[in-house]
């Protein structure tokens, strides 16, 4: 059975720094794309980037790159998504999710880690 | 990268069909055959429902389908449910910067 499972919730202030992982079981990590998706309270879902363990190549929204730093550890089957500098706007739940065979659709999600920045 | 657009909310009873739209660009929707359609209820993760445009994953009730004509792609529901109540959401390859997913639409069963 595929499955991602999430970091547990954060409470943290603005400008530490945080990371939170998603972890990969029940199918070859290495060989699909994780993408991370933001949703703000009350919101939409936001594209934020993806990375293929594979090779690790990376990809970022513009709106995105920059903010946050995308990786995965291939050992444990774990991808991660991390802040250097937190901020308010940042509080929101973040979903790790796996691109299927086609692009951009994403068949099995995270159960959401939910982020919440204090100033 | 503006998010595709959704209408805020449809309604519909039990047993009718709804359909949603998602208008893009020929940047994304119009250019690629890369729609996909998510549900999600509320404290949920979103689940995917219609993938490829018109594909239904496995498990996916026949229920649903999705279309496209030129840069607008629409899911239709038919034979409304209860169980339908609940936030979709559109995304499409883009290549400028890979994906882009609508702003949602809240569907009510009356």
């Known amino acids: 059975e595929v499955q991602l499972v999430q970091s547990g919730a954060e409470v943290k202030k603005s400008g530490e720094s945080l990371k939170i992982s998603c972890k990969g079981s029940?199918?070859?990590?290495?060989?699909?794309?994780v993408g991370w998706v933001r949703q703000m309270p009350g919101k939409g879902l936001e594209w934020m980037g993806i990375?293929?363990?594979?090779?690790?190549?990376?990809r970022y929204s513009p709106s995105f790159q920059g903010q946050v730093t995308i990786s995965a550890d291939t050992s444990i089957a774990t991808a991660y998504l991390q802040w250097s500098n937190l901020r308010a706007s940042d509080t929101a739940m973040y979903y790790c999710?796996?691109?299927?065979?086609?692009?951009?659709?994403?068949?099995?999600w995270g159960q959401g880690t939910m982020v919440t920045v204090s100033s | 990268q503006s998010a595709l657009t959704q209408p805020a909310s449809v309604s519909g009873s039990p047993g009718q069909s709804i359909t949603i739209s998602c208008t893009g660009t020929s940047s994304d929707v119009g250019g690629y055959n890369y729609v996909s359609w998510y549900q999600q209820h509320p404290g949920k993760a979103p689940k995917l429902i219609i993938y490829d445009v018109t594909s239904r994953p496995s498990g996916v009730s026949n229920r649903f389908s999705g279309s496209k004509s030129g840069n607008t792609a629409s899911l239709t529901i038919s034979g409304l449910q209860a169980e339908d109540e609940a936030d979709y959401y559109c995304s499409s390859y883009t290549r400028i910067i890979t994906l882009v997913f609508g702003g949602g639409t809240k569907l009510t069963v009356l």
């Open positions: 999710a796996r691109q299927t065979t086609t692009v951009g659709s994403f068949d099995f």
């Open positions: 990375i293929y363990p594979g090779d690790s190549d990376t």
């Open positions: 029940g199918y070859s990590f290495t060989s699909y794309w």
